[in-house]
């Protein structure tokens, strides 16, 4: 459809291996609109983090194309996927990947500094107060627990108004309660903003909460389900 903010056509990828070419991806088809939410699920191994990384434009595929917000992704060099993914992605990792010789303040801020936005100390402590942090703006993020580290990378992550977030096993890192605070989180801010979510996770429970569902079994897609 003409209006699609995300659109995967017949996406593969191969690497090479000592016994020759290995498969990672095998001709996988998505389309997702504005607002849609996206489980992706499998095994271990099943290729779920390689297809975040093609349909972010992380990586390019073997064949195949993705097409984010109108921009045809295997067409772009490096720098200019780079420009696409400031201008329209947020991510949430596993990791949480924050910057620790920042505060959870400056880490929020910083995307929007480099986005040129007016005002990016108010927009990052909006932010913060949204995910219940506001008693914590000017700690270190080294300092803070797993749950408010991942509340810090969610804020980070919607900062700058993305047309998609790519979560990459947001809650992989979390106890049971606390990961259940966050997923409710993830949703609801999805919701507000209005994001384009694409969810990995191996989390049934979670991935239940998606609108799709996209499984794969060594590398081929093998369903594509609405809820």
Same mark, same amino acid.
């Given at each position: 459809?003409?209006?699609?903010? $995300?659109? /995967?056509? *017949? &996406?593969?990828?191969?690497?090479?291996?000592?016994?020759?070419? &290995?498969?990672?991806?095998?001709?996988?088809?998505?389309?997702?609109?504005?607002?849609?939410? =996206?489980?992706?699920?499998?095994?271990?191994?099943?290729? +779920?983090?390689? $297809? $975040?990384?093609? @349909?972010?434009?992380?990586?390019?595929?073997?064949?195949?194309?993705?097409?984010?917000? *109108?921009?045809?992704?295997?067409? &772009?060099?490096?720098?200019?996927?780079?420009?696409?993914? /400031?201008?329209?992605?947020?991510?949430? #990792?596993?990791? #949480?990947?924050? !910057?620790?010789? &920042?505060? /959870?303040?400056?880490?929020?801020?910083?995307?929007?500094?480099?986005?040129?936005?007016?005002?990016?100390?108010?927009?990052?402590?909006?932010? !913060?107060?949204?995910?219940?942090?506001?008693?914590?703006?000017?700690?270190?993020?080294?300092?803070?627990?797993?749950?408010?580290?991942?509340?810090?990378? !969610?804020?980070?992550? #919607? /900062?700058?108004?993305?047309?998609?977030? #790519?979560?990459?096993?947001?809650?992989? *890192?979390?106890?049971?309660?606390?990961?259940?605070?966050?997923?409710?989180? @993830?949703?609801?801010?999805? +919701?507000?903003?209005?994001?384009?979510?694409?969810?990995?996770?191996?989390?049934?429970? !979670?991935?239940?909460?998606?609108?799709?569902?996209?499984? =794969?079994?060594?590398?081929?897609?093998?369903?594509? @389900?609405?809820?």
């Amino acid at each position: 459809m003409i209006n699609s903010i $995300l659109r /995967a056509q *017949n &996406l593969s990828k191969k690497v090479p291996s000592t016994e020759g070419q &290995l498969t990672i991806l095998d001709d996988v088809c998505l389309e997702l609109q504005q607002g849609d939410s =996206l489980a992706i699920i499998g095994r271990s191994g099943s290729g +779920k983090s390689t $297809l $975040l990384g093609l @349909l972010a434009g992380l990586d390019l595929p073997s064949s195949g194309e993705v097409i984010l917000a *109108n921009h045809h992704l295997n067409t &772009l060099d490096e720098d200019q996927r780079a420009a696409v993914r /400031a201008q329209h992605v947020g991510f949430v #990792f596993q990791a #949480f990947l924050l !910057l620790d010789s &920042l505060n /959870a303040l400056e880490n929020v801020m910083l995307p929007l500094e480099l986005a040129g936005h007016a005002n990016p100390q108010q927009r990052a402590t909006e932010l !913060l107060i949204r995910v219940g942090l506001e008693q914590r703006l000017r700690h270190p993020v080294n300092l803070l627990s797993g749950g408010e580290q991942q509340r810090v990378a !969610l804020a980070r992550a #919607f /900062a700058t108004q993305p047309d998609v977030l #790519f979560a990459d096993e947001p809650t992989g *890192n979390l106890d049971s309660q606390t990961g259940a605070s966050i997923s409710d989180l @993830l949703f609801e801010m999805n +919701k507000e903003l209005g994001t384009t979510l694409v969810l990995v996770t191996h989390d049934e429970k !979670l991935a239940n909460r998606c609108q799709q569902h996209l499984r =794969l079994e060594g590398g081929r897609q093998v369903e594509q @389900l609405c809820n």
